[in-house]
């Protein structure tokens, strides 16, 4: 009878594991399921009730970030352009600059939902962009939480 | 009548809506479906006076439950049983979190069968055994006391921000089946909170009390081909005129828009598609159809099978050495399984069938 001992030693034992059992070709291909998309998508942010508003509200992102880093740039895009009053040539970005107190808390996609933060921009676009666009809706208050 | 494969129910009346035997099965075993963790205290964070030899918790965790939620139980142990008293009222259980013992952070909005399957996979591709293979292994964390890398665990350690994510995921999955999230928001407040509230007390019927009235049946009406696929006309609405024949299965698995699934590769990355319950031929989409699709370099075409002679009627397909395979709820998956089936009974508690890919040795 043929036992290959290799494949049916017992646990428990410190014997190292070889690497090379494992395919190259399937490491390869992981390799190359790894390398970040490059490409960009168009991300269009929309305020809900009271929450300030972005006067530039459709931004190109890459689409391997993830959404925390879209709630990010939110972030700084509404709290911290408009917050700095010694930049005299950067065009007022909201409608009314006392509201950017509110900084938004929630996101949501399509008025519908709040994404993971580490779901990626590029899954998100897949599966529920519209138009073209990926609509993140922005908040001051949870609106659909 | 039509044929049944192994993974559906005996027929039934179409207008009996109860679960059949095999969807309550698989949705039984799903959510009794457990993990071994072995929990250790990082030595070099142990308060003063604390018993160094007991510092390590073990326990069988549900797949379908979250780590705040086992929190009060590890907390319990180790103030009675590991921690003085001084330690145990300067602990604060805010500032705890999790990483596996290679390094990889544990995030809270993960259902411990994900962590449990995702790092199984890892252990596919570095050396030494695998956890594939040595399942009675528990997954050994390292539970830190102090400075929790906030900015990367993204959520905070608390059980009421892990149900805002979970409420968020079941959405979500009902926003891909349906194109709207109608059913989730048409719960009532005590049913929502009902969900979440069985998967604290690890109770099937409260749970699928409610998650029965969001999650797609799997009661007959399965289109057959010939015939128009219902939703394979168009991703973003089923013209009404394709309802004709039989009575629609409004909440049938197989005439959802797409199914809810995201493919887990070792390392990395994260895929996220439509997946069509049908194919463009009215063929369900299987798991073999959806893993060629989005890993073909692991997931090449299977040769098709010689024609048959007089020496071999039934010839089979060519054997050629398979670099990888697919489980599901840690169970290794049939690569014919229905990907619309898997979304009725084999997804997880947040509605998402999670499908993490091994590498297999040689």
Excluded at chain 2, 266 to 272: E, S, T
Excluded at chain 2, 317 to 346: K, T
């Amino acid at each position: 009878m043929d036992v290959d001992t290799d494949v049916t030693s017992g646990g428990g034992t410190a014997r190292p594991w070889p690497i090379v059992d494992i395919n190259p070709e399937a490491l390869a291909a992981l390799e190359s399921y790894k390398k970040r998309d490059p490409s960009k998508v168009v991300v269009r942010f929309k305020a809900v009730g009271n929450a300030p508003i972005m006067k530039q509200n459709f931004y190109k992102i890459t689409a391997s970030n993830r959404f925390q880093a879209v709630i990010q740039f939110l972030r700084k895009e509404l709290g911290w352009k408009a917050g700095d009053p010694l930049v005299p040539h950067t065009p007022p970005r909201f409608a009314s600059p006392q509201l950017v107190l509110n900084k938004p808390q929630f996101t949501y996609i399509n008025l519908a939902f709040s994404p993971a933060p580490d779901d990626t921009v590029s899954n998100l676009f897949k599966s529920f962009c519209t138009d073209g666009h990926l609509i993140v809706n922005y908040s001051t208050t949870a609106a659909w939480g | 009548m039509s044929q049944y494969g192994t993974t559906r129910g005996p027929p039934q009346a179409a207008k009996d809506r109860t679960t059949d035997y095999h969807t309550a099965l698989f949705r039984r075993l799903s959510w009794e479906g457990t993990v071994p963790l072995e929990i250790r205290v990082d030595p070099n964070e142990l308060p003063a006076n604390s018993d160094r030899g007991l510092a390590c918790y073990f326990v069988q965790a549900p797949r379908v439950s979250y780590l705040p939620l086992l929190m009060p139980e590890i907390r319990r142990f180790l103030m009675d049983v590991v921690f003085d008293e001084a330690a145990s009222k300067s602990l604060k259980e805010e500032d705890w979190w999790f990483e596996i013992d290679d390094g990889t952070l544990l995030k809270w909005h993960w259902p411990i069968g994900l962590i449990y399957d995702n790092h199984t996979i890892l252990t596919t591709i570095r050396p030494g055994p695998s956890l594939a293979t040595t399942s009675t292994t528990p997954l050994r964390l390292i539970l830190h006391l102090a400075s929790p890398p906030t900015d990367k665990l993204l959520l905070a350690a608390n059980a009421e921000a892990c149900k805002q994510a979970f409420m968020g995921q079941l959405k979500e999955a009902d926003f891909i089946r349906w194109g709207n999230t109608k059913r989730m928001t048409g719960l009532r407040k005590a049913d929502q909170d009902g969900l979440w509230e069985g998967i604290k007390e690890h109770n099937f019927e409260e749970y699928w009390r409610v998650a029965s009235k969001v999650t797609p049946t799997t009661t007959a009406n399965r289109p057959q081909s010939p015939g128009p696929p219902p939703s394979s006309v168009s991703m973003h609405g089923r013209p009404p005129s394709a309802d004709t024949s039989a009575p629609p299965e409004r909440d049938g698995a197989y005439n959802v828009r797409s199914v809810p699934v995201r493919l887990y590769l070792p390392d990395g990355p994260v895929i996220q598609d439509l997946v069509p319950p049908l194919l463009e031929d009215g063929s369900p989409h299987t798991l073999a159809h959806f893993l060629n699709t989005h890993a073909p370099l692991l997931f090449p075409p299977q040769p098709p099978a010689p024609p048959p002679s007089r020496t071999n009627p039934n010839p089979r397909p060519p054997s050629h050495q398979e670099l990888a395979y697919p489980l599901v709820q840690g169970i290794l998956a049939p690569l014919d399984s229905e990907m619309a089936w898997l979304g009725a009974c084999l997804a997880g508690a947040d509605g998402w069938v999670n499908v993490c890919v091994g590498i297999s040795r040689k």
